[in-house]
């Protein structure tokens, strides 16, 4: 029988074609093999020449479910990230569990086919892929459900570890051998770090709910602010004395929505074709805030902007090329931005910038109130509970005008909460006593031109002529 068999497969050899040989085979091998269960999804890294989207959120999604099991991890971190960043390692495998099935995941790097005409990348020596696997049943669960929840997953985790940025004006120039081009203005960028929150801020609780609700609101709504025709963008106007936390109130917008940060300073920008450039340079989930808008440039507003014009052809930046570019063009050319304009000086704003529906929320930064000043004191010397110097406190600030950035300073003073809070005391008494002072001041001053009115109309001769011609008329009459 052997002999048979052996005899019998030479002959095949001989006589079968090659392909046909193959084919046989494959058909034999598929209705004699054991049916697996599991099916395997591929991910590739790339999808032609872009990136594939699910391969990214994988590779994201999974350094959060890395396992004490898992033999081998890649870690990397470029200069500007802050955390490590954890990546599996070749033929490394996790298995992950959603919604009670389980789920095996393989990352496989392969030798890429040479001399590929499809592959965009030809230095490229690998290719590099996840493989998921799970039993068959369970295909639509994971295509409509666990694949799309790793995307958002993994964007949440991004977004967590994102680096924000600050954008500020720079001037650029170029080098062309000897010559030098002059590029213009444009945006420089660096590490947002500021450490403000909305922890820290020192501000009436209702309205720092209000803000945050706000902010909260604004970024949930992409779907109204597309059904209602609106550009997906906020307005703010922050408003108050210096040191009362406006620009710390712009950094925890920030770092409460992860938004980088343009600071456009409008003193540096001198023709409206510029500022154009700038804003629509600006990337989306962004702030742009315009510091002092009062005073950083005396922009022509509506009321004399045209006449200034003509005369001055070095400046020709006005306020209303801003705010209708902003309103206009700008808004519509990106998502989820954030305008925030901050001044001292409410009442000195042109008109323009403050009619209704230009700012969305017109917040008032005022003076430290008691409720802030504890806010503060927590934060900074770790009284969570009572100190025997609050009630002297709260009635000083009830009188006194002292914002935040002055009872900070006073609070930095000391580790120790006795000496700081005591100097707090004397430093709200000094005030009261200041402005006591200058009332007094203003009265005094108002009594002694009263009184020199008074002299000046005893002192003054008095005039028959205009009496007698007086009388002259009312005889007349
Ligand atoms: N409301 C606040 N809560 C906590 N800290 C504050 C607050 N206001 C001011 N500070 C402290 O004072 C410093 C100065 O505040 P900030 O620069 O935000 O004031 P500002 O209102 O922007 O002033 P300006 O009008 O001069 O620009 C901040 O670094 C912060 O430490
Ligand atoms: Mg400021």
Same mark, same amino acid.
């Given at each position: 029988?052997?002999?048979?068999?052996?005899?019998?497969?030479s002959?095949?050899?001989?006589?079968?074609?090659?392909?046909?040989?193959?084919?046989?085979l494959?058909?034999?091998?598929?209705f004699?093999k054991?049916?697996?269960?599991?099916?395997?999804?591929?991910v590739?890294? @790339?999808?032609?020449?872009?990136r594939n989207?699910?391969?990214?959120?994988?590779e994201?999604?999974?350094c959060?479910?890395?396992?004490?099991?898992?033999?081998?991890?890649?870690?990397?971190?470029?200069?500007?990230?802050?955390k490590?960043?954890?990546?599996?390692e070749?033929?490394e495998?996790?298995?992950?569990?959603?919604?009670?099935?389980?789920?095996?995941w393989?990352?496989?790097?392969?030798?890429?086919?040479?001399?590929?005409?499809?592959?965009?990348?030809?230095?490229?020596?690998?290719k590099r892929?996840f493989e998921?696997g799970f039993h068959?049943?369970?295909?639509?669960m994971?295509?409509?459900?666990?694949l799309?929840?790793?995307?958002?997953?993994?964007?949440?985790?991004?977004?967590?570890h994102r680096?924000l940025k600050?954008?500020?004006?720079?001037?650029s120039q170029?080098?062309?051998?000897?010559v030098?081009y002059?590029e213009g203005?444009?945006w420089?960028?660096?590490?947002?770090?500021?450490p403000?929150?909305f922890d820290?801020?020192?501000?009436?609780p209702?309205?720092?709910?209000a803000?945050?609700?706000?902010?909260?609101?604004?970024?949930?709504?992409?779907?109204?602010?597309?059904?209602v025709g609106?550009?997906?963008k906020?307005?703010?106007?922050?408003?108050?004395p210096?040191?009362t936390?406006?620009s710390?109130?712009?950094a925890?917008?920030?770092?409460?929505l992860?938004?980088?940060?343009?600071?456009?300073?409008?003193?540096?920008?001198?023709?409206?074709s510029?500022?154009?450039?700038?804003?629509l340079?600006?990337?989306?989930?962004s702030?742009?805030?315009?510091e002092?808008?009062?005073?950083?440039?005396?922009?022509p507003?509506r009321?004399?902007?045209?006449g200034?014009?003509? &005369?001055?052809? &070095?400046?020709? @930046?006005?306020?209303?090329g801003?705010?209708?570019?902003?309103d206009?063009?700008?808004?519509?050319?990106?998502?989820?931005?954030?305008?925030?304009?901050t001044?001292? &000086?409410?009442?000195k704003l042109?008109?323009?910038?403050?009619?209704?529906?230009?700012?969305d929320?017109?917040?008032?930064?005022?003076?430290?109130?008691?409720?802030?000043?504890?806010?503060?004191?927590?934060?900074?010397?770790?009284?969570?509970?009572?100190?025997?110097?609050?009630?002297?406190?709260?009635e @000083?600030?009830?009188?006194?005008?002292a914002?935040?950035a002055?009872v900070?300073?006073?609070?930095?003073?000391?580790?120790?909460?006795?000496?700081?809070?005591?100097?707090?005391?004397?430093l709200?008494?000094?005030?009261?006593?200041?402005?006591e002072?200058?009332?007094?001041?203003?009265e005094n001053?108002?009594?002694?031109?009263?009184?020199a009115?008074?002299?000046?109309i005893?002192k003054?001769?008095?005039?028959?002529?205009?009496?007698?011609?007086?009388?002259?008329?009312?005889r007349?009459?």
């Amino acid at each position: 029988m052997t002999a048979s068999i052996v005899l019998f497969r030479s002959m095949a050899n001989e006589l079968i074609p090659h392909p046909v040989r193959g084919y046989l085979l494959s058909t034999f091998r598929y209705f004699f093999k054991p049916r697996s269960q599991v099916l395997t999804l591929v991910v590739d890294e @790339l999808d032609g020449i872009l990136r594939n989207q699910v391969y990214d959120a994988a590779e994201t999604y999974l350094c959060t479910k890395i396992s004490p099991d898992t033999d081998r991890l890649k870690v990397c971190k470029t200069p500007k990230e802050k955390k490590l960043t954890i990546k599996l390692e070749k033929g490394e495998k996790i298995v992950d569990n959603y919604e009670g099935v389980e789920l095996r995941w393989r990352f496989v790097c392969a030798e890429a086919e040479k001399n590929n005409p499809h592959d965009h990348f030809p230095s490229r020596s690998e290719k590099r892929f996840f493989e998921l696997g799970f039993h068959k049943k369970h295909k639509d669960m994971v295509l409509n459900s666990y694949l799309p929840f790793i995307v958002d997953r993994a964007k949440t985790v991004r977004e967590e570890h994102r680096v924000l940025k600050m954008h500020t004006l720079s001037n650029s120039q170029s080098y062309g051998g000897i010559v030098r081009y002059w590029e213009g203005i444009k945006w420089d960028s660096i590490n947002l770090e500021h450490p403000s929150t909305f922890d820290t801020l020192a501000m009436e609780p209702d309205l720092k709910n209000a803000v945050i609700e706000d902010l909260n609101r604004f970024v949930k709504r992409k779907k109204f602010y597309k059904r209602v025709g609106r550009a997906w963008k906020r307005g703010y106007l922050l408003y108050g004395p210096p040191g009362t936390g406006k620009s710390s109130l712009v950094a925890a917008m920030a770092n409460h929505l992860k938004f980088d940060v343009y600071d456009l300073q409008l003193a540096n920008v001198m023709h409206d074709s510029d500022l154009r450039k700038l804003l629509l340079a600006t990337g989306n989930r962004s702030i742009l805030v315009i510091e002092d808008i009062d005073c950083t440039v005396d922009l022509p507003d509506r009321r004399h902007g045209d006449g200034r014009k003509q &005369h001055d052809h &070095h400046l020709q @930046l006005t306020l209303s090329g801003l705010l209708n570019f902003i309103d206009g063009l700008w808004s519509s050319c990106g998502d989820e931005r954030i305008i925030v304009f901050t001044t001292n &000086h409410k009442e000195k704003l042109d008109p323009a910038l403050l009619r209704p529906g230009r700012m969305d929320m017109h917040i008032h930064m005022s003076y430290c109130t008691f409720h802030g000043f504890k806010m503060l004191a927590s934060n900074y010397l770790e009284i969570d509970g009572y100190h025997q110097l609050y009630e002297e406190i709260e009635e @000083l600030m009830k009188n006194t005008e002292a914002t935040p950035a002055q009872v900070a300073e006073e609070l930095m003073k000391s580790e120790d909460a006795d000496i700081a809070l005591e100097g707090l005391v004397k430093l709200l008494k000094r005030k009261n006593f200041e402005a006591e002072d200058q009332v007094d001041e203003a009265e005094n001053r108002i009594v002694t031109q009263r009184a020199a009115k008074r002299q000046k109309i005893e002192k003054k001769p008095k005039r028959p002529v205009r009496a007698t011609r007086r009388k002259i008329t009312k005889r007349r009459y």
